[in-house]
């Protein structure tokens, strides 16, 4: 159970920072914005999906032997289940009514949520590494 909840913990960590700092600023300076926008606004439903499976998974494994760390993967889970279908679409009405401020403020809340989750599933990835 130990090496598994490592495992999925490492996954929903590194598939966080790879779709974060990998795919979407590739896609932001690959890409022009008319084609880039879109192309993101029909991936994030995907991204948080992942991220809302792996959390949910791991922490059902971690509940066996470290329930800190479940409680911690737990509230990555919820989180993003708010994050996913309230805070995307707030983001993307924003966007579609051309309300700059609304969308700027909405977009750095939704960045600093995906932060902190990666900061948590770090945190969980040192707690069970140590274990």
Not at 70 to 84: D, G, M
């Amino acid at each position: 159970m130990f090496e598994l909840s490592l495992l999925v913990t490492a996954l929903l960590f590194g598939g966080m920072v790879l779709y974060s700092f990998g795919f979407a600023a590739f896609v932001f300076t690959a890409l022009p914005a008319n084609v880039a926008g879109p192309l993101i606004r029909r991936a994030f439903p995907h991204f948080y999906l992942f991220v809302l499976t792996s959390s949910a998974v791991a922490a059902a494994v971690a509940l066996a032997f470290d329930p800190v760390s479940s409680a911690i993967l737990v509230a990555i889970a919820v989180t993003t289940i708010l994050a996913r279908q309230v805070l995307m679409p707030a983001i993307n009405a924003a966007t579609d009514q051309g309300a700059k401020i609304r969308f700027k403020v909405l977009h750095t809340l939704s960045i600093l949520i995906t932060l902190a989750h990666i900061g948590a599933a770090a945190l969980v990835l040192i707690r069970i590494a140590g274990s």
